[in-house]
C-alpha cells in the first residue's frame, strides 16, 4: 500500500507536477509584483486612478478563461498533451519575455499585454492539467495525485506572491530582480516539460470548432447530461466563489479589523493556503485512496461552521492602532481567527479534492478536457459573480468585511443543500463514510480481482446488519445491493439504500410481484454493464455458520450469464450488529 507522496517519486507524475507548481508560481509572481509596482507607482505610469487600474488587471487575467477556454479543451481532447504542454511552457517564456521588458521600462500597456497573454496561458494549460492525470495515474491514485495538484497550487500561489512582493520592493533595482526571476521561472518550467511522458489524444478525429461562444455553449449542453458531473462543477465553481471571496477580502479584513500590518496580511494567507494542502493531502487517507464523495458533505459543513465563527471571532473588535506581527500572535483574541482560517482551508481541501477526481473519473474519456474546459469558464463566472456581490454587499448595503464572510458561510450552506438535495448520492456516501469511519476499521484484500469495467455479480457470507454498509465503502466500484424490501422501509438505511439504486426483493409467498420485478432489474443492471451484489443465504446467520445458497443466484444466472466474484466477510460475527 502506496501513499500519495510515492507518485512525487514516478516519471510520470513528477515533471508534470513540477511543470505546473512553476507555471503557477511564476503566474502569481509575476501578478504579485504587477499589483505592488501599481499601487505605488501608478501615478509615473498613468493618469488611471489605482481602483480603476485593479478592476482592469483583474478583468485582463480573467477574460482569456471566457475567451479561449472552450477552444482549449477541444485542443487538449484532439492532440498530445505533452506536445500541448511543451507549446504552452515555450509561449510563456516569451510572455515573461514582454513582462521583463515592460518592468525594465516602466511600460505600463507592456505589463498589461504580459497580464492578458498569461491569462490566456492559464486558459490553455488548465484543460491538460486536470485532463492528464485520469491518463497516467491508476483509479486508486486518482485522489492522492489531485491532492498534491492542488497542494501544490496552493503553496505555489503563496510562495509566488511572497517572493514577488520581496522582490519587487527591493531598492533599487526589485524590477529588474522581477524581471530576471519570471524569466528564469519560465525557462526552468519549458525544460521540466520535456520530462513529461506522452499521454496520447483522446479523440484525434475531432473537428475544431473556433467560435469560442457557440462551442462554450456545446460544451454546456454536453455536460448537462451527466448530472452527477453537471453538479459536480457547480459545486467546484461555488468553492472558487467562497474562496475569492474571503482571499480578497483578507488584505482589508486584517487592516480594518484585526488592525494588523502587511506581514499579518501574509501570515494570515499563509495560513489559508497551508489549510487547503493540508486537507487535500488528507483526503487521500480518510477516503481510502478512492473517490469518496461522503467527504464533499463534510467539507461543505466545515467551510460552513469556520466561516460563521470567523464572524463572531471578531464580531464588535474595533482595533485602534496598527499591530506588527508579533504583537498580533501574542494576542489569544487572534488565535481563534488563526484557527478558523485555518479550518476553513482544510475542509476546504475535503470539499475540492472529491469534486475535481470525480469529474475526472466520471467524464467521458473523449470529452474530458472539453469537460474541464467548461468547468474553468464556470469557475471564472463564479469569481467576478463573487467580487460583484462582494462590491454591493461592502458599498451599497455597507456590510462589514466580517458580516460578508458571514453571509457567504452561510449562503454556502444554502448552496451545498441545494446541490444534495439534487444529488442524494453526496449526502448518501456522507452517511456511510461518517458511520464507518467512527465505528469499524475495515482490513481488504485482493479487492483488486473485482472488474474495473463490464457486469459481475458479487457474493457474500450475510453476518450483520451493518454487512452492506460495510461492502458499500469496502468496494470501489458502486454495487447494487439485492436488498429485503423491509430494509427501505428504515428511516436513515432506506434512504441510503434507496440513494444507492439497491433493488428491492421479496419472497414469493410475501409479494410474487416484486419478486419478478428484482429478477428484471437485476438482469437489466447486468446488460448495462453493472456490479449485482446479493447475499445469497437469503438471511444473517444466527450462528456464525453459513447457510446454503437459495435457487436466486443460479436465475440471475440463468437469464444472463456473467462472472460470479464470491467475497468472504470475517471479523463481525458476535458483534452488536450480528445475531
Given at each position: 500500500m502506496h501513499n500519495q507522496f510515492d507518485l512525487l517519486k514516478t516519471k510520470r507524475f513528477l515533471p508534470f507536477?513540477?511543470?505546473?507548481?512553476?507555471?503557477?508560481?511564476?503566474?502569481?509572481?509575476?501578478?504579485?509584483?504587477?499589483?505592488?509596482?501599481?499601487?505605488?507607482?501608478?501615478?509615473?505610469?498613468?493618469?488611471?486612478?489605482?481602483?480603476?487600474?485593479?478592476?482592469l488587471c483583474a478583468g485582463l487575467f480573467i477574460l482569456p478563461f471566457f475567451l479561449f477556454s472552450a477552444t482549449a479543451g477541444q485542443l487538449a481532447d484532439k492532440y498530445e498533451k505533452t506536445l500541448l504542454i511543451k507549446i504552452?511552457?515555450?509561449?510563456?517564456?516569451?510572455?515573461?519575455?514582454?513582462?521583463?521588458?515592460?518592468?525594465?521600462?516602466?511600460?505600463?500597456?507592456?505589463?498589461?499585454?504580459?497580464?492578458?497573454?498569461?491569462?490566456?496561458?492559464?486558459?490553455?494549460?488548465?484543460?491538460?492539467?486536470?485532463?492528464?492525470?485520469?491518463?497516467?495515474?491508476?483509479?486508486?491514485?486518482?485522489?492522492?495525485?489531485?491532492?498534491?495538484?492542488?497542494?501544490?497550487?496552493?503553496?505555489?500561489?503563496?510562495?509566488?506572491?511572497?517572493?514577488?512582493g520581496f522582490l519587487i520592493a527591493l531598492k533599487p533595482s526589485g524590477r529588474e530582480f522581477v524581471s530576471w526571476a519570471v524569466l528564469m521561472i519560465a525557462v526552468i518550467g519549458f525544460i521540466v516539460s520535456w520530462k513529461i511522458p506522452r499521454a496520447e489524444s483522446a479523440n484525434k478525429d475531432l473537428v475544431i470548432n473556433w467560435n469560442p461562444f457557440t462551442e462554450t455553449w456545446r460544451n454546456f449542453i454536453f455536460?448537462?447530461?451527466?448530472?452527477?458531473?453537471?453538479?459536480?462543477?457547480?459545486?467546484?465553481?461555488?468553492?472558487?466563489?467562497?474562496?475569492?471571496?474571503?482571499?480578497?477580502q483578507i488584505p482589508n479584513y486584517t487592516k480594518q479589523v484585526l488592525g494588523g500590518d502587511e506581514h499579518v496580511v501574509t501570515f494570515l494567507l499563509t495560513i489559508f493556503s497551508v489549510g487547503i494542502g493540508l486537507g487535500s493531502l488528507l483526503c487521500e487517507r480518510l477516503s481510502d485512496k478512492k473517490v469518496e464523495l461522503g467527504l464533499v458533505p463534510f467539507g461543505s459543513i466545515g467551510l460552513t461552521c469556520f466561516g460563521v465563527d470567523l464572524y463572531f471571532a471578531t464580531h464588535g473588535l474595533q482595533p485602534e492602532t496598527t499591530t506588527t506581527f508579533l504583537v498580533f500572535i501574542q494576542n489569544p483574541i487572534h488565535y481563534r481567527v488563526i484557527f478558523d482560517l485555518l479550518g476553513i482551508g482544510i475542509f476546504g481541501g475535503f470539499y475540492i479534492v472529491p469534486l475535481y477526481a470525480l469529474v475526472q473519473s466520471r467524464s467521458e474519456p473523449s470529452h474530458r478536457a472539453r469537460t474541464i474546459a467548461g468547468n474553468n469558464i464556470v469557475n471564472a463566472f463564479f469569481m467576478v459573480f463573487s467580487a460583484i456581490l462582494a462590491v454591493i454587499l461592502l458599498n451599497v448595503f455597507h456590510f462589514s468585511i466580517s458580516e460578508l464572510f458571514l453571509a457567504t458561510a452561510v449562503l454556502s450552506a444554502i448552496?451545498?443543500?441545494?446541490?444534495?438535495?439534487?444529488?442524494?448520492?453526496?449526502?448518501?456516501?456522507?452517511?456511510?463514510?461518517?458511520?464507518?469511519?467512527?465505528?469499524?476499521?475495515?482490513?481488504?484484500?485482493?479487492?483488486?480481482?473485482?472488474?474495473?469495467?463490464?457486469?459481475?455479480?458479487?457474493?457474500?457470507?450475510?453476518?450483520?446488519?451493518?454487512?452492506?454498509?460495510?461492502?458499500?465503502?469496502?468496494?470501489?466500484?458502486?454495487?447494487?445491493?439485492?436488498?429485503?424490501?423491509?430494509?427501505?422501509k428504515t428511516p436513515?438505511?432506506?434512504?441510503?439504500?434507496?440513494?444507492?439504486?439497491?433493488?428491492?426483493?421479496?419472497?414469493?409467498?410475501?409479494?410474487?410481484?416484486?419478486?419478478?420485478?428484482?429478477?428484471?432489474?437485476?438482469?437489466?443492471?447486468?446488460?448495462?454493464?453493472?456490479?449485482?451484489?446479493?447475499?445469497?443465504?437469503?438471511?444473517?446467520?444466527?450462528?456464525?455458520?453459513?447457510?446454503?445458497?437459495?435457487s436466486g443466484i443460479t436465475r440471475i444466472l440463468q437469464d444472463t450469464p456473467v462472472p460470479v466474484m464470491p467475497i468472504a466477510l470475517r471479523g463481525m460475527w458476535g458483534s452488536i450488529s450480528s445475531r
Amino acid at each position: 500500500m502506496h501513499n500519495q507522496f510515492d507518485l512525487l517519486k514516478t516519471k510520470r507524475f513528477l515533471p508534470f507536477f513540477c511543470t505546473q507548481f512553476l507555471g503557477a508560481f511564476n503566474d502569481n509572481v509575476f501578478k504579485q509584483s504587477l499589483i505592488i509596482l501599481l499601487a505605488f507607482n501608478a501615478a509615473s505610469m498613468t493618469t488611471l486612478s489605482p481602483s480603476i487600474l485593479a478592476n482592469l488587471c483583474a478583468g485582463l487575467f480573467i477574460l482569456p478563461f471566457f475567451l479561449f477556454s472552450a477552444t482549449a479543451g477541444q485542443l487538449a481532447d484532439k492532440y498530445e498533451k505533452t506536445l500541448l504542454i511543451k507549446i504552452i511552457k515555450a509561449c510563456e517564456v516569451g510572455i515573461m519575455l514582454i513582462a521583463a521588458i515592460g518592468f525594465h521600462f516602466q511600460q505600463l500597456p507592456l505589463l498589461l499585454i504580459a497580464l492578458f497573454l498569461m491569462g490566456v496561458h492559464s486558459s490553455a494549460f488548465g484543460p491538460i492539467k486536470y485532463a492528464i492525470l485520469p491518463q497516467t495515474l491508476t483509479k486508486n491514485e486518482l485522489v492522492g495525485g489531485n491532492a498534491l495538484v492542488e497542494t501544490g497550487t496552493s503553496l505555489a500561489i503563496l510562495i509566488g506572491s511572497m517572493l514577488g512582493g520581496f522582490l519587487i520592493a527591493l531598492k533599487p533595482s526589485g524590477r529588474e530582480f522581477v524581471s530576471w526571476a519570471v524569466l528564469m521561472i519560465a525557462v526552468i518550467g519549458f525544460i521540466v516539460s520535456w520530462k513529461i511522458p506522452r499521454a496520447e489524444s483522446a479523440n484525434k478525429d475531432l473537428v475544431i470548432n473556433w467560435n469560442p461562444f457557440t462551442e462554450t455553449w456545446r460544451n454546456f449542453i454536453f455536460i448537462r447530461q451527466n448530472r452527477t458531473v453537471l453538479l459536480s462543477i457547480m459545486g467546484i465553481s461555488w468553492f472558487w466563489f467562497y474562496g475569492a471571496t474571503f482571499l480578497t477580502q483578507i488584505p482589508n479584513y486584517t487592516k480594518q479589523v484585526l488592525g494588523g500590518d502587511e506581514h499579518v496580511v501574509t501570515f494570515l494567507l499563509t495560513i489559508f493556503s497551508v489549510g487547503i494542502g493540508l486537507g487535500s493531502l488528507l483526503c487521500e487517507r480518510l477516503s481510502d485512496k478512492k473517490v469518496e464523495l461522503g467527504l464533499v458533505p463534510f467539507g461543505s459543513i466545515g467551510l460552513t461552521c469556520f466561516g460563521v465563527d470567523l464572524y463572531f471571532a471578531t464580531h464588535g473588535l474595533q482595533p485602534e492602532t496598527t499591530t506588527t506581527f508579533l504583537v498580533f500572535i501574542q494576542n489569544p483574541i487572534h488565535y481563534r481567527v488563526i484557527f478558523d482560517l485555518l479550518g476553513i482551508g482544510i475542509f476546504g481541501g475535503f470539499y475540492i479534492v472529491p469534486l475535481y477526481a470525480l469529474v475526472q473519473s466520471r467524464s467521458e474519456p473523449s470529452h474530458r478536457a472539453r469537460t474541464i474546459a467548461g468547468n474553468n469558464i464556470v469557475n471564472a463566472f463564479f469569481m467576478v459573480f463573487s467580487a460583484i456581490l462582494a462590491v454591493i454587499l461592502l458599498n451599497v448595503f455597507h456590510f462589514s468585511i466580517s458580516e460578508l464572510f458571514l453571509a457567504t458561510a452561510v449562503l454556502s450552506a444554502i448552496v451545498s443543500i441545494y446541490i444534495y438535495t439534487l444529488v442524494p448520492e453526496f449526502f448518501m456516501r456522507f452517511l456511510i463514510w461518517i458511520f464507518m469511519s467512527f465505528f469499524y476499521k475495515v482490513k481488504k484484500t485482493h479487492t483488486h480481482h473485482i472488474p474495473d469495467e463490464g457486469a459481475c455479480v458479487l457474493v457474500c457470507n450475510h453476518v450483520s446488519f451493518y454487512d452492506a454498509l460495510i461492502l458499500a465503502t469496502a468496494i470501489r466500484r458502486p454495487p447494487r445491493f439485492v436488498m429485503y424490501h423491509t430494509i427501505f422501509k428504515t428511516p436513515i438505511l432506506g434512504f441510503i439504500f434507496r440513494t444507492a439504486k439497491a433493488i428491492p426483493i421479496a419472497p414469493m409467498k410475501e409479494d410474487p410481484v416484486l419478486l419478478e420485478k428484482a429478477y428484471a432489474d437485476i438482469a437489466q443492471a447486468l446488460k448495462d454493464g453493472e456490479i449485482v451484489f446479493i447475499f445469497p443465504e437469503g438471511r444473517i446467520t444466527d450462528n456464525g455458520e453459513m447457510y446454503p445458497f437459495r435457487s436466486g443466484i443460479t436465475r440471475i444466472l440463468q437469464d444472463t450469464p456473467v462472472p460470479v466474484m464470491p467475497i468472504a466477510l470475517r471479523g463481525m460475527w458476535g458483534s452488536i450488529s450480528s445475531r
